[in-house]
């Protein structure tokens, strides 16, 4: 699987041109899913934050609204009481998934039991675009500041798909605690890399090389 690992979805044309070089195709000719389950474990979401992310309806953070071939949802809640027989498939079929932000440890925790995270790495050419929380879920942890929902592990591990962490929305003008000085406090904390990103930086990972796309500023903090 391919990532294209964003603070705040294809805010600038250096993360347009990443995600359409992942795709192998314009954007119009690409079949998507989004995933909105991230939001509904989010303190602060409410349930037009999840209409905004899906109708397209979020210029903040631009993922849905993109011109592509053809958009369903998949809502990872409700997967286990339709039967993998249904779903997998749409899965498969997919060009690219839309991961949408929210609470991390609540959509690791959907995507484990919806039998998402165990497909994942059998989507070769499949690109996954996430979006903060959307992001955050394919590292090993998020780190405790970013916790909220409490997951039955009672630990802040996520999937685990990349070997780095990730701090979104770095000196984010409405996030007062969102500065490069938390962020390097947040990065003690953990024992990996980590990076810490703003709006206009995206992480693009293809064929496990990592490269930092960005008309913003970024920093990578090592243990």
């Not at 949408?100 to 675009?129: F, K």
């Not at 997951?151 to 798909?161: K, N, V």
């Not at 390097?184 to 490269?211: H, M």
Request: net charge negative; aromatic share 8%; glycine share 10%.
């Amino acid at each position: 699987m391919n990532l294209l690992l964003t603070s705040a979805g294809i805010k600038n044309p250096s993360i347009h041109a990443a995600l359409v070089n992942l795709l192998g195709k314009p954007i119009s000719q690409a079949t998507a899913l989004c995933i909105p389950t991230a939001g509904y474990g989010h303190p602060h979401t409410k349930p037009s934050n999840a209409w905004r992310f899906i109708s397209g309806h979020e210029p903040r953070c631009p993922m849905i609204e993109l011109g592509w071939k053809s958009m369903g949802v998949l809502e990872l809640t409700a997967l286990p009481s339709i039967g993998k027989e249904r779903w997998v498939p749409w899965v498969q079929e997919a060009d690219v998934l839309l991961v949408n932000g929210g609470d991390a440890l609540y959509l690791a925790h959907w995507m484990r039991e919806s039998g998402l995270a165990e497909l994942l790495p059998s989507l070769h050419e499949t690109v996954w675009v996430g979006l903060s929380a959307g992001s955050m879920v394919m590292t090993p942890r998020i780190g405790d500041d970013f916790v909220g929902w409490k997951a039955p592990s009672g630990t802040d591990e996520t999937l685990g798909m990349v070997d780095f962490s990730i701090f979104p929305h770095l000196d984010h003008p409405d996030l007062p605690e969102n500065t490069m000085a938390d962020a390097e406090r947040w990065a003690a904390g953990l024992s990996g890399p980590a990076y810490a990103i703003d709006d206009e930086t995206a992480i693009k990972v293809q064929g496990g090389v990592v490269e930092l796309i960005s008309e913003g500023h970024w920093k990578l903090f090592r243990p």
